[in-house]
């Protein structure tokens, strides 16, 4: 822990602390810490049931009562965890925007677009209901959606799966947050919408300034959009690194099987799947969880949990690197 208090400068936007989750007897997140600094896109990926929606709404404050979260998470030096529920409806609501994998469960079907809109926006300035409108229908314009003032009018169903995502990201960019939080958001889509409502959210975040935590599967476009990448394996970080040297020289063998599962584009070496099962966390994580599947586990690999090894700025929790074997 720094002695000095931080300067909020240079503080990262967020930044999250040793962060332990458990789901009754499920450890879905130990030991977690990682930042998110200002303008910063953060890349977070890992295979399902590695802990990446977990800790999104450990930040966020939508895990369930029951759910025992130990650490810290601070916004701009503000500790979250703990925060009162109305507290974290503002935060939600202003400084921290939202961009989840089911748009239609997040629109109101009764209501129009135009509707919801602007009742987001009244609850955030003291603007008259026409001038909502007008705002709302720029930034359907700004999520690029055709014919905006006329889309106002319609209702969430009458539009496509990309078009509803793409307002839900409007609709997170209403507060002008500083930080984007989004989980698999076009996991719904189908592949060449999912690619145009990912190059929508970082242009938009680009432009506006805003910092994303962005949870994916999708590599590429963690490779086209993220400045550092996170890689989560059974609830664990297990390396973090800038995108450049991560895709460049995986360090922990579990990343590595990760980007050798992914076809390159332009090659023809068949995708290769990791093999195993993800692992799922009962009662509490004692060895490295990548152990059952990794081809260079050793007895020192089950004799605790990996420790964190820093190499500059890049870190990972692999026992066997970490002593140069690797
Ligand atoms: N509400 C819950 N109750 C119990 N276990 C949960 C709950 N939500 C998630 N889990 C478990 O926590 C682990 C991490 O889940 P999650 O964060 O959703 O993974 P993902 O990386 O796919 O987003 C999984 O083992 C999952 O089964
Ligand atoms: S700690 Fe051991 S089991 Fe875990 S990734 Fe490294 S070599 Fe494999
Ligand atoms: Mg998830």
Known sequence: ?????????????????????????????????????????????????????????????????????????????????????????GIRGNRIGLVFQDALAALDPVYTIGDQLVEALRAHTDISKRAARKVAADLLGEVKIPKPAERLDSYPHQLSGGQRQRIIIAAALIAEPDLIIADEPTTALDVTVQKQVLDL???????????????????????????????????????????????????????????????????????????????????????????????????????GVPPEFREGERRHRCVRVGRGEL
């Open 1 to 89: 822990m720094s002695l000095t208090a931080q300067d909020p400068a240079t503080a990262p936007l967020l930044q999250v602390r040793d962060l332990s989750v458990r789901l009754g007897p499920v450890a879905a997140v130990t030991d977690l810490s990682f930042d998110v600094h200002r303008g910063e896109f953060l890349g977070i990926v890992g295979e399902s049931g590695s802990g990446k929606s977990v800790t999104a709404k450990a930040i966020l404050g939508l895990l369930p009562h029951s759910a025992d979260i130990r650490g810290s998470v601070k916004l701009e030096g503000e500790e979250l965890l703990g925060a009162s529920a109305e507290t974290m409806r």
């Open 201 to 303: 959210l970082a242009e938009v975040c680009q432009r506006r300034g805003a910092s994303v935590m962005l949870v994916t599967h999708d590599l590429g476009v963690v490779a086209q959009t993220c400045d550092r990448v996170a890689t989560f394996y059974g609830g664990l970080l297990v390396e973090e690194a800038d995108v450049f040297t991560l895709f460049d020289g995986p360090r922990h063998p579990y990343t590595s099987a990760l980007l050798r599962s992914v076809p390159r584009l332009g090659q023809d070496t068949p995708f290769q799947a990791i093999p195993g099962s993800p692992a799922q966390i009962y009662i509490g994580l004692y060895a490295c969880p990548f152990a059952p599947r990794c081809e260079h586990a050793e007895a020192v690999c089950t004799a």
